[in-house]
């Protein structure tokens, strides 16, 4: 039986047949394309809800919603819907812990949530705007004489990184190990390599949280393995899932973020001027391309029986919910492709609900010192000519170069 008629017997007539579709962007696809641009417009012209075998790589079959209403009802909607198993890491190595707080459902959720809240206050992001400059400045230092960099090499991948070495009080020298285990958790295909990235990352945070519980500092390994969830201490376990989810989620989607935002400003000149000329409106600018350019789907899985967009979801069925998909509606955002200062819409870049995410305020402040600090130090830039531009799809769209000049 071929994928679409099992598919057609699981879906029991919920959409037509014409609506089990391939998801189109899917984990391990690749587009030449830009996919704002092209692959999600044509996502939107279609059904608003597809049933598409195989979307998510190790979930199998997932229903695929395109409304931003109903993508934000699943987001919302934890009494029917689940977090738990998003991700292969923890049963890669036949572990018993989950990416935390991500993965987990309530009651649990909010336990692990509280302890990571107090890491990023106003004041405890406020305190890291000096250190974050110096080391964009740093980056932009070695390249802005050349005339032109590969902004994701130079730039996108090293900062996030930084932040993350300085965050968990780890040397600076480990910025390339760090990022070699990244590539591998989160842009290969092969499970074995995976594997070993996981193990090895649990290796060396597992020294570093065993140094602190006995020397403590100021870092969020320390803040970590000292903190008590509803009056208890933390297991080994949920400490390390918590210090992995702070990796993984603090790491590529930054990245892509100051790629996507970089490319947008390289062909948006009006736009690219405004904010050289006035860079008070970075915040605001910043805060639509997170909108325009959303980068990360998800996965959920179904807990009991419910409607979603008018669909019966049954037990054991995933939705994936993708906040490109949602920011780019064009029921929810007036002419969504447009990057227009002055929406002040709310959106589903940082996702909603309980599993919002806990360092959109970092985040944030990076994307904004990024763009500061690039727009004083490079003077008009562009995309080099005849660069081509590779967009890995999935659960966070990243492009694999960014060649500008200026
Ligand atoms: C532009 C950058 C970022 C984007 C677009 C982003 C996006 C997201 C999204 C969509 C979620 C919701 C996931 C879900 O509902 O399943 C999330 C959760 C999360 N993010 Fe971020 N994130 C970014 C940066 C960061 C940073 C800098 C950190 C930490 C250093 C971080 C840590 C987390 C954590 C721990 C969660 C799980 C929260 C929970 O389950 O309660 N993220 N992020």
Redesign the pocket.
């Known amino acids: 039986m071929t994928a679409t008629a099992q598919a057609a017997d699981l879906i029991d007539g919920r959409v037509p047949l014409e609506n089990i579709r391939p998801y189109a962007l899917q984990m391990g696809q690749t587009t030449w394309d830009d996919p704002f641009k092209t692959i999600i417009p044509k996502i939107h012209q279609g059904p608003s809800v597809l049933y598409s075998p195989g979307a998510w790589f190790e979930a199998g079959d997932a229903w695929v919603f395109t409304k931003e209403e109903d993508i934000r009802a699943v987001?919302m909607d934890t009494e029917h819907f689940s977090?738990k198993g998003?991700s292969p890491y923890s049963s890669l190595v036949g572990g018993n812990w989950g990416v935390t707080?991500?993965e987990?459902d309530p009651p649990a959720?909010r336990g692990?949530?509280n302890v990571?809240t107090p890491l990023?206050t106003p004041q405890r992001v406020a305190e890291l705007d000096t250190k974050m400059r110096g080391y964009v400045r740093g980056f932009i230092a070695e390249f802005s004489h050349k005339g032109e960099a590969e902004i994701m090499a130079d730039l996108a991948a090293r900062f996030?990184i930084a932040?993350?070495l300085e965050?968990f009080g780890l040397p600076m020298d480990e910025v390339d190990q760090f990022m070699a285990w990244e590539f591998d958790l989160l842009h290969n295909a092969n499970m074995t390599t995976m594997g070993d990235a996981v193990r090895a990352v649990k290796q060396r945070l597992g020294v570093e949280m065993e140094a602190r519980r006995r020397n403590p500092g100021n870092d969020f390994i320390s803040h970590i393995v000292h903190a008590k969830n509803n009056g208890q201490p933390l297991s080994d376990d949920d400490a390390f899932g918590l210090c992995f989810?702070?990796y993984l989620?603090?790491l590529d989607?930054?990245t892509t973020?100051i790629g996507w935002q970089l490319r947008h400003l390289a062909n948006d000149l009006p736009l690219q001027r405004q904010l050289r000329a006035n860079p008070s409106l970075i915040p605001e600018a910043v805060e639509e391309m997170?909108r325009a350019y959303?980068?990360?789907a998800?996965f959920r899985t179904c807990t009991s029986p419910v409607e979603v967009g008018g669909i019966p979801i049954k037990v054991g069925e995933k939705v994936i919910?993708s906040?490109s998909i949602g920011n780019n509606d064009p029921a929810a955002f007036d002419n969504p492709m447009e990057v227009r200062l002055g929406r002040q819409q709310r959106h589903?870049?940082?996702?909603t609900?309980?599993?919002?995410?806990?360092?959109?305020r970092?985040?944030?402040r990076?994307?904004v010192i990024t763009l500061e600090e690039f727009l004083a130090a490079i003077p008009e830039f562009r995309i080099a000519p005849g660069a081509k531009i590779l967009t890995h799809l999935g659960g966070v769209m990243q492009q694999d170069c960014l060649p500008l000049q200026w």
Not at 348 to 351: I, T
Not at 353 to 360: E, K, L, Q
Request: glycine share 14%; with cysteine.
């Open positions: 987001f977090s998003i707080p991500v987990s959720h692990f949530r990571l990023f996030p932040v993350f965050l989810n702070l989620g603090g989607t930054v973020n997170l959303a980068t990360v998800m919910v906040t589903l870049g940082f996702g609900g309980i599993h919002s995410c806990v360092g959109a970092l985040a944030r990076e994307l």
